[in-house]
């Protein structure tokens, strides 16, 4: 069982930046593909970024595409999501999972993280 923490959210202006980072359980952290989702108010949980076990396969949403990076630290169980030039539209509830293989669907994902809240002002 991997269990997933999440942290580094918190309120933010327009154009700032945050880095979240999501530490997991358990000595099987590197065989998991490691996502991020979010989810604003009212709407569906979408698909932010993922990276694979490795960290050689990375897959970003086009509407983050060049503002966000992810990346993990496998000797230290976390995975990371710096987000740069963010956006009112940013703002949501930030999850990380993971999957046995690298996969960008919410159906897709073994284990969640309950979710940390970020929020941009304009």
């Known amino acids: 069982q991997v269990q997933l923490v999440e942290s580094g959210g918190g309120l933010v202006q327009a154009g700032g930046s945050l880095r979240l980072s999501c530490a997991a359980s358990?000595?099987?952290?590197?065989?998991?593909?490691m996502d991020w989702f979010r989810q604003a108010p009212g709407k569906e949980r979408e698909f932010v970024a993922a990276v694979s076990g490795t960290g050689f396969t990375i897959y970003y949403a086009d509407s983050v595409k060049g503002r966000f990076a992810i990346s993990r630290d496998n000797a230290k169980n976390t995975v990371y999501l710096q987000m740069n030039s963010l956006k009112p539209e940013d703002t949501a509830v930030y999850y990380c999972?993971?999957?046995?293989?690298?996969?960008?669907?919410?159906?897709?994902?073994?284990?969640w993280g309950k979710g940390t809240l970020v929020t941009v002002s304009s």
């Open positions: 358990g000595r099987t952290f590197r065989v998991y593909a």
């Open positions: 999972a993971a999957a046995r293989r690298i996969a960008t669907d919410v159906k897709d994902m073994d284990h």
